[in-house]
């Protein structure tokens, strides 16, 4: 009996050992697979990771822009990290033909004006000039074509960015500013940003983070002290509006005017008999003199909206068909070294303030005149339409063409017009220069005013009934309305 139950307490040891044996492989070997399978998944999970971070940097790649002398980047090329001309884009949005709104990242130091733009922004704004300006630029191309010019012209000093650079600066000049004085400042910008919209203009807003310096900038010479001799050269002067000085001087005769304002009077003579404009230290120009103006000739002190100032002289031309312009020649530095070259052509007789009324079609039609802040404000023969008018437009200095230029020509707006027609047909006007929009019935037997135009095809017009709207060229015909002016 004790003989069997060892025997089988043996066999159930036996078995026990055997059991163990054959579970212990298939443990081992569930492990194996398991590890295996698991370093296979990591590998896999590993492999996809690596081709997703292939993709999304092929995807995602940044790219660096160099725009050269052309200043083009097609915009829906860019992408945030993108570098243009050393600026890395930080934030990027736009919206097929509506706009683009891009920030740039990466510190450059300029010099510009610090001042306060009463009329044109109602705000502190820093004016950075062309030579010191961040080098980049873009153009992109939805439905409409904008372009992202270097940030020359004014940044918006507000909020935030105006204490800081008030605590930057340690002292309370902003007041001053607000008092009309203004100061050049040397600035580190660390970033700014660009928003453009449809039909708005572009705006440029920037994060100081340094002044680097900044001074007060000293006046010019008083505009009444430049004709400072008591000869009989002075015909007229107008000094009553601050930056808008007008000096009329007679032909054939010295005069000594600060052109460059650099402290030394140049002499200037108008040689009418050899038709010649001659500043002492610089090449004669040659004026034409079939047409010219022969009694005397004008310097005024152009000033525009960027707080630009230089002397211009002029000489009037009164054409082959009786259509005035003045030529205007200042004294520029564009290489190193100061020229005597001309500045561009400015349609009408330039006049002081006190002798232009914008209400008499005349004026309208004839003078040119000097705004305050903003240029000159000239009139423009027009070529929409089938009858002889004008459009008003501010002429500006534009830098990189070293030439005045029609500010609604350069920058796509809309010429003031004044002209009244009479209705005799029903005519179509709609509420934008589309005519896809929505319109209204201009009805016969009233007078309408055009009071703006594009000069291309669109005329906004408003009549007696108040009815108004865009009216497009080709329906402005003898057929629909009378009254149209025609002279050469």
């Known amino acids: 009996m004790k003989r069997i139950l060892g025997l089988l307490l043996a066999m159930l040891l ?45 995807k995602d790649e940044t790219t660096a822009f160099n725009t050269g002398s052309d200043n083009t980047v097609k915009a829906s090329d860019l992408k945030v990290g993108d570098v243009i001309d050393g600026l890395t884009i930080s934030k990027l949005y736009y919206v097929e033909g509506d706009g683009l709104a891009i920030k740039f990242n990466g510190e450059y130091t300029v010099q510009g004006s610090l001042y306060y733009d009463t009329e044109y922004y ?9 030579e010191s300006a961040i080098p980049t630029a873009v153009t992109f191309k939805f439905d409409d074509e904008y372009t992202i010019n270097p940030p020359t012209g004014t940044f918006l000093v507000r909020g935030k960015l105006l204490d800081r650079l008030q605590q930057l600066i340690g002292e309370n000049i902003i007041a001053q500013v607000k008092n009309g004085a203004v100061f050049n400042v040397e600035v580190a910008i660390d970033s700014y ?35 400072d001799d008591s000869s009989d050269t ?24 600060d052109l460059d304002n650099d402290g030394t009077k140049e002499i200037i003579k108008y040689d009418t008999v050899n038709g010649k404009l001659l500043v002492d230290g610089y090449n004669p120009i040659s004026i034409p003199m079939e047409s010219a103006e022969k ?30 312009a003045t030529t205007l020649f200042s004294i520029i530095e564009p ?32 003078k040119a005149v000097l705004k305050e802040g903003q240029g000159i404000n000239a009139p423009v023969r027009l ?17 990189t063409h070293k030439s005045l230029v029609d500010s609604c020509e350069i920058y796509d707006m809309d010429y003031i017009t004044k002209s009244e027609l009479t209705v005799l047909k029903n005519v179509k006007a709609y509420t934008e220069k589309d005519s896809n929009s929505q ?33 497009n060229d080709k329906d402005v015909t003898f057929e629909n309305f009378s009254g149209f002016t025609m002279y050469d």
């Open 295 to 324: 009694e005397h000739f004008i310097i005024i002190k152009y000033v525009d909206k960027y707080d630009l100032q230089m002397y211009m002289i002029g000489v009037l031309d009164y054409g082959p068909s009786s259509d005035p």
């Open 383 to 399: 070529s929409i339409g089938t009858q002889t008018w004008f459009g008003r437009s501010d002429f500006i200095y534009y830098s």
């Open 122 to 130: 109602g705000d502190i704004v820093l004016n950075v000039g062309e």
């Open 234 to 257: 002075l015909i007229e002067f107008d000094g009553t509006v601050k930056g808008s000085n007008y000096f009329k001087f007679k032909a054939d005769r010295e005069v000594n005017f």
């Open 14 to 58: 036996l078995l026990a050992f055997v059991g163990c044996s054959e579970t212990a492989p298939k443990s081992e070997e569930e492990a194996r697979l398991k590890q295996e399978k698991s370093e296979e998944d990591e590998h896999l999970a590993t492999e996809k990771q690596t081709d997703t971070d292939s993709k999304t940097e092929s």
């Open 439 to 471: 319109s209204v019935t201009i009805k016969p037997g009233q007078k309408v005013m055009l009071s703006l135009t594009d000069n291309k095809e669109w005329i906004y017009m408003k009549a007696e009934d108040n009815t108004d709207g865009w009216v």
């Open 335 to 366: 290489m190193g070294t100061k020229e005597l070259v001309s500045a561009g052509i400015v349609p009408g007789i330039i006049v002081p303030p006190a002798d232009y009324n914008e209400n008499n079609i005349i004026d309208f039609n004839e």
């Open 193 to 227: 940003a660009f928003y453009a919209e449809k039909y708005t203009e572009s705006v440029w807003e920037c994060d100081i983070t340094e002044v680097v310096g900044y001074w007060e900038e000293t006046p010019a010479s008083s505009d009444n002290s430049q004709p």
